[in-house]
Each structure stands twice: as structure tokens, then as C-alpha cells.
């Protein structure tokens, strides 16, 4: 693993360019309009992204000691803002705050049961707001290139199928923040596979 750089993100305005499969372009909505096309009562929407490395194994980071789920890994994503053009767009964003990483292409929606197109639903720490997570692997400039911000993360590994299954590599435990994130990593690496 190269050495983790940690800074702050620029305070500048990030303004994703990306191209994207025609499959993915139902996801060129912003969360509003989701919302109101499915009559959802949800409180918003939130977005993940998986980026494999040439090798074909999936980036994790791990969540920093003072924040929830303290030390456990995820891939990048978080809420879909208001101001984001679009889901994909929030999907960009969240990736590039989170990692450094820059998306130049969307692939492929990765769904927690295969076959559906549908998100996984979570909620807040104390159980009183509810989301919908959808998930991307998007492909990447520069993918060495990790930034983190330690507010949030404070580490990143590339791991492989089976260490996202054992949640190990080699000795060192990589707990994955619920079971599904692992299913949608395992998804993501079954995907893949079937290219």
C-alpha cells in the first residue's frame, strides 16, 4: 500500500465531468426528482461508489477513531446534496471528498440483491431518519492518487474478493461497517467477473 497522503479537500467548488453507460442514465435525476417520481417518504438519498484498482481489487477506507462506526471500512459515498446535478453527480462528489479520486466514467449500478435495481435502505444513528443508498463502480483518473480527510477517514487499503469476504488481509482485520457494504462489494467483484 503506498502511503496514505491525508489533507483537506479544496475549499473549491467540485464540478465533476464524467462520461457513463446508457444503462445509468435513469440515475441523471436529482434526489428531489427521485423522490417525488417514486412518492417516497424517505429523507433522502445517499450514493456509494466502487473503484477497482487494475489489479481488480476494491478500494476501502477506513472510518476515522472519532467518527460512528469508528475504525470500520466502507467504500466512498455519502448524502446526495441538494445542489448535485444529479445522483451520479453526488456520486462524484462524495468519491472525490472522500478519496481524492476524480470519476471519468460510471459503469455499472451494483444492487445489494442481484437482479433488482433497487437501493439499500439505512438510517441515522438513532433510527429516526430513513435513506436509500445506490451504489456505482465508476472507473478513475489517477487511481494511486488517494487523498483523505482525516475528519473522516484515516486509511485505505485495496482488498481482493476473498478479504472483503474474511475481512482480513493476511493478519490485519478489516471490519466492514455493516453486512451491506460487504454484499455490495461481493456484488461489485461479481460483476466484474462476469465482463
Known amino acids: 500500500m503506498a502511503a496514505t497522503e491525508i ?3 479544496p475549499s473549491a467548488v467540485f464540478s465533476p465531468a464524467f462520461t457513463l453507460v446508457d444503462p445509468l442514465s435513469k440515475w441523471q435525476i436529482t434526489a428531489q426528482q427521485w423522490l417525488a417520481d417514486n412518492n417516497s417518504s424517505l429523507n433522502g438519498l445517499a450514493t456509494g461508489v466502487i473503484v477497482f484498482d487494475p489489479s481488480g481489487r476494491a478500494l476501502l477506507i477506513q472510518r476515522a477513531s472519532t467518527d460512528s462506526m469508528p475504525n470500520k471500512w466502507e467504500f466512498p459515498g455519502g448524502a446526495v446534496d ?3 446535478e444529479t445522483l451520479l453527480h453526488g456520486a462524484a462528489r462524495e468519491l472525490w471528498e472522500e478519496s481524492g479520486l476524480v470519476a471519468t466514467r460510471f459503469t455499472f449500478f451494483v444492487p445489494e440483491t442481484p437482479g433488482t435495481e433497487v437501493g439499500t435502505m439505512f ?12 451504489t456505482f463502480m465508476a472507473e478513475v483518473e489517477d ?5 483523505l480527510d482525516p475528519k473522516e477517514h484515516q486509511d485505505y487499503v485495496w482488498a ?3 478479504e472483503v469476504r474474511t475481512q482480513k488481509i493476511g493478519e ?3 471490519p466492514i461497517t455493516m453486512p451491506p457494504i460487504q454484499a455490495l462489494l461481493l ?3 461479481r460483476i466484474r467477473q462476469s465482463l
Open 7 to 9: 489533507s483537506n479537500q
Open 160 to 162: 481482493t474478493e476473498e
Open 172 to 174: 490485519r482485520e478489516i
Open 187 to 189: 456484488e461489485a467483484f
Open 82 to 84: 441538494p445542489e448535485d
Open 123 to 134: 438510517t441515522n444513528r438513532n433510527g429516526t431518519k430513513h435513506f436509500c443508498r445506490f
Open 143 to 147: 487511481w494511486e492518487k488517494i487523498v
